[in-house]
């Protein structure tokens, strides 16, 4: 298998980050360019990638809106809540230390959180799409400062509540579809972890 290119990285991550908002059409077909992308460098990613278009096209949007709201969002409290601090902080509250963490993480990216932003800044839809970013300005800057970001994020962040909210997602989904998701993401972020560390700066 071939080595995983920035550009691919790129898109897995833009993808990723997409799949833990509200299901859309445009998410589901974004699955096919992830099938795409891991058959040519990781097949057991390739076969994940392959099975959750699969399920994509069982369900009607509806029902994978509905597991995603029992999920993720709740009336009190969500069955596997995407939020960071709920796992490294080991307590039911959002907005605590590593909250803060992950904001200087952005900030030193040169990002800021504007006013009226959705959603809070350890959601995991934002931490995905932060690496994403970080993949982005590293391929227009090609400053190693943006590789360096990624290494420390994924390892001090990421990889460290992941394991532990995709179990919650496997545990709890009603439809194949999340839990390929929780699997797909669980793998990718291990794999990418370890690619990361490979890199000499």
């Known amino acids: 298998m071939n080595s995983i290119q920035q550009e691919d990285r790129e898109v897995i991550y833009q993808i990723l980050s997409s799949l833990f908002y509200k299901p859309t059409e445009d998410s589901l077909q974004s699955l096919e360019i992830l099938q795409e992308i891991f058959f040519e460098t990781d097949q057991d990613l390739y076969l994940l990638a392959s099975t959750l278009l699969k399920e994509s096209k069982k369900k009607n949007i509806d029902s994978l ?5 029992r999920l993720f969002v709740g009336s009190s409290r969500p069955l596997a809540s995407p939020y960071a601090s709920i796992y490294l902080e080991g307590k039911w509250e959002v907005m605590g230390q590593s909250t803060i963490d992950t904001l200087q993480y952005y900030k030193e990216a040169g990002l800021e959180i504007k006013e009226g932003f959705h959603e809070l800044p350890d959601h995991i839809a934002v931490e995905l799409e932060f690496i994403y970013y970080l993949i982005y300005k590293y391929l227009e800057e090609k400053d190693e ?4 970001s990624q290494q420390k994020f994924v390892e001090k962040i990421l990889n460290k509540w992941v394991p532990s909210f995709t179990k919650l997602i496997k545990e709890h989904a009603e439809t194949d579809y999340y839990k390929f998701i929780g699997t797909l993401l669980e793998k990718w972020v291990e794999k990418d972890a370890k690619e990361l560390q490979k890199i000499p700066l």
Do not use: C, E, I, N
Not at 65 to 69: I, R
């Open 145 to 148: 400062k943006y590789l360096l």
């Open 65 to 69: 809106t509905l597991d995603f709201g």
